[in-house]
């Protein structure tokens, strides 16, 4: 599907957009000095990110007190994010927001390849990683989920 949308750079120039970016995901993060209720804004940036990716869409809330809050799934965000789940996480009070859509470069098209993935390190520490392109996992010393 083709679109037109105006862009303006990062100079102030205007260019016409012909077609989406279908590339390498799209990620967005939000990082508050305390815990505050910040799902909302950081989901309108993962919307205007929506042409990056179609396979999935997550995000994972970190709060002063370094609980971890996850929610993703497949498919476009309306369908990830319904209204049940933004009431939910609308009352989510966090000092981190990392949000991922995906567009899938390598991997099968599974729930387990969604991110943000959680991944807890050998030592016990628990650590987020939402990437924009590929990692070759050979004998990495974490599990993700």
Not at 68 to 85: D, L, R, S, W, Y
Request: aromatic content about 8%.
């Amino acid at each position: 599907m083709l679109m037109s949308i105006e862009i303006e750079g990062s100079l102030g120039a205007k260019r016409e957009e012909l077609e989406p970016v279908l590339d390498h995901c799209g990620l967005v993060g939000i990082f508050s000095p305390q815990d505050n209720a910040l799902f909302a804004t950081g989901l309108t940036g993962l919307l205007k990110m929506q042409t990056r990716g179609n396979d999935g869409a997550g995000v994972v809330a970190i709060n002063a007190n370094h609980e971890v809050v996850v929610h993703k799934g497949q498919g476009m965000i309306p369908e990830v994010f319904t209204e049940e789940v933004f009431e939910d996480w609308g009352k989510v009070r966090a000092q981190t927001f990392i949000y991922q859509v995906r567009y899938g470069t390598s991997g099968e098209f599974s729930q387990s390849n969604v991110q943000p993935f959680v991944c807890t390190h050998n030592s016990g520490d628990v650590f987020v990683v939402a990437h924009n392109g590929q990692f070759a996992l050979e004998n990495h010393p974490f599990e993700a989920s």
